[in-house]
């Protein structure tokens, strides 16, 4: 499976623990991030992952394009309702695109784990179906 993360700023931290605690999963599967993201989850985890732009610089739209082309899998994108910033992902393009292209996108860490423990189970395996 092709997985995505992307973190908001304030849950960068979040998304290193999310990663910390399911690290054997991850790293059965390809992983791709935002640059700031996967530089950081990387450093922690020592998880092979592919980096892309940093978010304000367009990363958030370099796995969109991926989302449309059925090149991802997976989406796990934690980010902050609360304080968004405007040099930030665009969180309404990547959830239409996941809805849009039928990708299990998750935007809280109490989601990401239903999703991980699915992945786990193979009840993600009809994804590799699409493909």
């Known amino acids: 499976m092709n997985i995505a993360l992307i973190a908001h700023d304030e ?3 979040l998304m290193i ?5 399911y690290c054997g999963i991850l790293s059965r599967n390809n992983l791709c ?3 700031t993201t996967g530089k950081i989850v990387s450093e922690s985890t020592g ?3 592919t980096g892309f732009l940093a978010g304000s610089q367009g990363g958030d739209q370099q796995i969109a ?3 449309a082309c059925n090149e991802i899998d997976m989406l796990l994108f934690f980010r902050d309702p609360l304080n968004p910033k405007p040099n930030e992902p665009n969180d309404m393009n990547l959830l239409r695109l996941c809805d849009m292209h039928n990708i299990p ?3 809280n860490i109490a989601t990401a784990e239903v999703l991980i423990h699915g992945l786990e189970r193979g009840d993600l395996d009809w994804r590799n179906i699409i493909k």
Do not use: S
Request: with cysteine; glycine share 4%.
């Open 11 to 13: 849950k960068k931290e």
């Open 17 to 21: 623990q999310f990663c910390i605690a």
């Open 33 to 35: 991030a935002t640059g």
């Open 47 to 49: 998880l092979e992952i």
């Open 65 to 67: 394009a991926r989302i």
């Open 105 to 107: 996108v998750a935007t």
